[in-house]
């Protein structure tokens, strides 16, 4: 395996990037999107595994941070998800400029598969998509953030000092808010607040969604897009605590396992093991 | 027999929080915090737990550590929201 660092430049924003990519050959790309905020941080042990682990299946794998996170350039409050699509695209270039043909797909965990899934929706190019415990709904998402930031007060000083209503009024006022050391804008704000998942048209590309949690079976809400999204999309239940909450080490290795096994049974060239259960071939790269 | 609120609460925390103790270990008086290493995310998914499996709207004002300090706590804010 042959891991490298980037900077990838998109208009007068440089995205860091690392590339894993096999010693032998490429059956397919991946991108890789990582969450935002303290999921991002919590999650980067985990997504490295899974890149090194998916690369030593053949598979070359693109991790980046997206304009204004990470070690990208830019302040957070100055980007919004258009920017961050943007992002997406200027990625996925830049790995297809390394694969010369197989397949190229997007895998994204939180917040990041759903930008995956909404790229696609706005008409984005992706082979396949392989989505990990997505953000289905911005508005509830963001309030839980806000929540989130509560309990951390609360655990600090035995209550919180601001409501989230209080944060959400100065948002609506034009003021950013820290969000635990993140600069969250209005702007930021106003763009989670219309994501909604359920609200797009199925993707049109073979599709894993995995629902990460403590329960044996789908959210209420996954229920409800299996049942808009399948068969094209194949929804599975991993049980495992959410790693992209956690500070400490989780083993993420269920979910890139059966991420792998997905992909095993799509991509020309690697072992078919669940032939017999539908799994039809991705198309290379045009 | 139905079960206790405190019993179901307990399920709730080793189920949610993946504790690798059994629910009827977890001492209804000791701390969350201090005693079985609950943090501040933690409580949070204690937070939607409460709210998914009893049914009880946590409003901003609710987040006040002495709810959350033991099972016994809990379970009073569990009763006092009137929970299912």
Redo the contacts between chains.
Sequence with gaps: MNVTQHFIERDDVRLCATLHRPDAHTHAGILLCPPLFEERKSAGRALAEAAGTLCSRGCTVLRFDYSGCGDSSGDLDSFTIRDWFADIACAQNFLKEHLHGPPSGIAGLRLGASLAALHLAGGGQSAFLILWEPVIDGNTYIR?EL??S??????TF???RR???DLIADLEHGKSVDLDGYSLSPALYADFCGLNLAMINPPPVPGLLLNIS?RDTLSPALSELQAKWEPNTTFQVVQL?PFW???GYIDASPVIRRTGEWLAARLPGETRHDQEQGGTQLPAAP | MNETVEARLKKMIVERLFMKVAPEDIEDDKSLIDTYGVDSVSLLELVVGIEEEFGVPVEDDDFDVQHFETVTALAAFVREKGGK
Excluded: D, F, P, Y
């Design positions: 839980q929540r989130r509560l309990t951390r007060e609360m655990v035995g209550k919180n409501s989230s209503a403590h605590q909450n956690l500070v």
